[in-house]
């Protein structure tokens, strides 16, 4: 017998009827993208390794251990994108977008690769809907994507999600909040993990999200970047939370959210799903402030922002509030001999062209195994054709949740549907 070949560890196939709740979470999400106008953009799950060294960041956890990255035949370094942010900003610099429009807001849904360690809701590919905005520097562009994600949560019901913000401070206050950094980890040097104390050095911030139970001890007595914020990043703060007291949309202030990339300047937010069933993993989102990477990455000097939403998670909450999502055709086509089978795929295929769903079973079979088949996928209606009433252009129409069969004239099928839709 031949060895059979399994799915790469970490990266989930989607089958029906979990794609269902895929669909529904999907479409929500273009909905609430396009009602506050952000723009669909995609760009490929490859790009030169340097995008994500030089953005992300070389000490990120994300850039150091968790990336898939190869070279192809003539030898460039590629990587496949863990994230979509800076995938987003190199479009954004190539096709010189800034040129077209003062601001700009996008989204995107598809996959990103992270070689992580496994567990529910933690895998190597997984799904995210991110947007982004260029050009507003103004704390209202940050309410306004915080807004949008909680409205979002609304409408696929997960009510129970929260938001934390903070800030991180900017080029004129974060010098000095990592050389407090610098100085109190170097007091403690000696219970780092070996990687924080290659960071110590380089890029202390990184030592607060490291995963080690030791160095995040140490990160809780940590000072932390709300106490030194100029007034300048201060005063972005404090509008950010009066817009977001305005809208009412409730938030807690979290010093402790460093976000685990190295791009983000002044707001940095996450959204939390409480829910037992993600354990440790219920960050659902998380976003924030990235003025300088624009410019870093060799564009103009154009603020950005933005967040992504973890979609393998969601789903997996709307999956348990066991939703009837999936949608079943309304009409069966049941035939009782196989004489009757050209004309039931006729009538089926007009009926097809006219957008109606219907379902047929091409094996044929007995007509009981077509009505079980019928019953079980949840069509509103069956039809049954027969040799004999077939003859006269007419089928019987059974109601799937009861109620007594009746003959109809098979022209008049899809006007019949119509109403009954
Ligand atoms: P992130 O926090 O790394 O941010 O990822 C955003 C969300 O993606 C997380 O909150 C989580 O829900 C989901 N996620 C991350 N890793 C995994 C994984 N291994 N398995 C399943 N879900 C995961 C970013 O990626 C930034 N690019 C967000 C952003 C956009 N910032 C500004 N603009």
């Known amino acids: 017998m031949s060895q059979k070949i399994s799915g790469v560890k970490g990266m989930n196939d989607l089958l029906p009827p979990t794609s269902a709740v895929w669909q529904y979470v999907e479409k929500k999400a273009r909905q609430m993208f396009d009602s506050f106008g952000y723009l669909e953009i995609r760009t490929p799950v490859l790009e030169d390794t340097a995008l994500f060294v030089r953005s992300v960041g070389e000490e990120t956890d994300i850039v150091g251990k968790e990336m898939y990255t190869f070279q192809d035949k003539a030898g460039r370094s590629l990587s496949l994108r863990p994230e979509g942010t800076a995938p987003a900003v190199r479009a954004y610099i190539e096709h010189a977008v800034h040129n077209l429009e003062p601001l700009t807001r996008w989204f995107y849904l598809g996959p990103m690769f992270r070689y992580e360690r496994m567990k529910t809701g933690r895998y190597r590919q997984f799904f995210q809907a991110g947007a982004e905005a260029y050009g507003a ?12 994600a ?6 696929i019901e ?6 934390e913000i903070n800030s991180l401070g900017d080029d004129a206050c974060r010098p000095a909040y990592l050389s407090a950094l610098n100085a109190y980890f170097s ?8 990687d924080c104390r290659a960071r110590l050095q380089r890029n202390p911030l990184r030592i607060l999200d490291c995963k080690n139970p030791q160095c995040q001890q140490l990160a809780k007595g940590a000072p932390a970047m709300l106490d030194l914020l100029c007034p300048a990043c201060r005063a972005h703060f404090d509008e950010v939370k009066a817009k977001l007291d305005a809208l009412e949309i409730p938030y807690r202030v979290n010093p402790r959210i460093v976000r685990g990339l190295d791009y983000y300047t002044r707001t940095a937010f996450e959204f939390l799903a409480a829910d037992p069933v993600l354990g440790t993993a219920g960050a659902v989102g998380g976003g924030g402030r990235y003025d300088k990477l624009i410019a870093s990455l060799g564009g103009p000097d154009i603020p950005g922002i933005g967040f992504a939403l973890g979609l393998d998670r969601l789903c997996l909450l709307v999956a348990q509030g066991n939703r009837n999502l999936g949608k079943a055709p309304i009409l069966f086509v049941a035939i009782v001999d196989p004489g009757s089978q050209a004309v039931a795929m006729k009538l089926i295929s007009g009926l097809r062209r006219q957008g109606f769903a219907v379902d047929f079973d091409t094996r044929g079979g007995s007509l009981k195994s077509q009505m079980k088949r019928a019953d079980k996928s949840g069509e509103r209606f069956a039809v049954v054709l027969g040799e004999d009433e077939v003859s006269k252009g007419r089928a019987r129409l059974k109601p799937m949740q009861g109620g007594e069969p009746r003959s109809v004239a098979l022209d008049e099928l899809s006007s019949l549907l119509k109403n009954l839709a």
């Open 150 to 155: 909680m409205q979002f949560f609304r409408a």
């Open 187 to 194: 007091g403690h040097s000696a219970q780092l993990c070996d």
């Open 158 to 163: 997960l009510p129970g999600v929260s938001l």
């Open 137 to 148: 520097k103004e704390p209202a562009q940050d309410v306004e994507l915080m807004d949008m």
